[in-house]
């Protein structure tokens, strides 16, 4: 089941769950009430981003969170320069593109390194970034200046809270597990609930194994909750509920082995990490669940 999938379901469970109340609530409601779960302003802007993930590919894909064009400028210079100086990750970037070594192609390959279909489209994503951006568009510089001061201890850290807490769910959720201790290390707490979800809860919710792995020696609470989808439906979750309806078997043992509980009720007091499991079309994963019962 694809991320996108997996979401519309969502919205369909939380649609159900307001029918209860109101009879009349529709469909772009809920899934609006999902987006913003997520972070995103709309729908339509989730699933863009989530259609770019998936041209791109999940680990592969770059995130544009570099508000001014001109660094993307300098990225398709360098890359152009690299590439007729035959370095050969260069020459594969153009390859792969199937784009001419030329400052057009450039700006092709780093657009759809980004998950951009094109450099305009692009640009357009960048300048709109700072007026009302994706989730964690802070976040990446603070883990970036979290990672640098890291190895200049002199430097004195003045990230807020709110953005040291996002950074490490950023992290967590797209798997940086090289910045996760500078950021601890810097403040970040590995029980914030940012975004309706843990560092823990977004990354077994991704199936970023490593980041779980990192994130449980840190101290984080394999058992611990989160508001991840909402008041209304999935509320209370623990990152086994979500690691089951990943479907990632890595992540999931990795939450069994340290403690995870598998009888454990989401918040509306149905759900067990096995039931999530299965819902979302793992069975394997709910067996694997239950075998640790």
Known sequence: MSRLEDLRRRAKDHLREQRRTDPGAKLSASQLAVAREHGFPSWPRMKAYLDRTAA????AMQFAYHSDPGYYEDRAYGLRASAEDGTPGAVAAFARAGAPCTPGGARMVVARAHGFPSWRALRRHVRG????????FRAPTAASTAHTRA??????ATTPQEVLDEALAYAARSGRVEVLDALVGHGARVEADVYRGTPLIWAASTGRAAAVERLL???ADPTGRGSYGGKSHGRQVTPLHLAGASGDAATVKLLLDAGAGTAVLDGHGYGTPAGWARHSGH???????????
């Not at 970034?129 to 964690?136: A, N, R, S, V």
């Not at 190895?151 to 004195?156: A, I």
């Not at 069975?283 to 019962?293: K, Q, V, Y």
């Open 56 to 59: 791109a590919g999940a680990d």
């Open 283 to 293: 069975p394997e994963i709910a067996e694997l669940i239950e075998g640790r019962g």
């Open 129 to 136: 970034l700072p007026e009302g951006g994706e989730p964690f």
């Open 151 to 156: 190895s200049r201890p002199g430097l004195r």
């Open 217 to 219: 020696a840190l101290g």
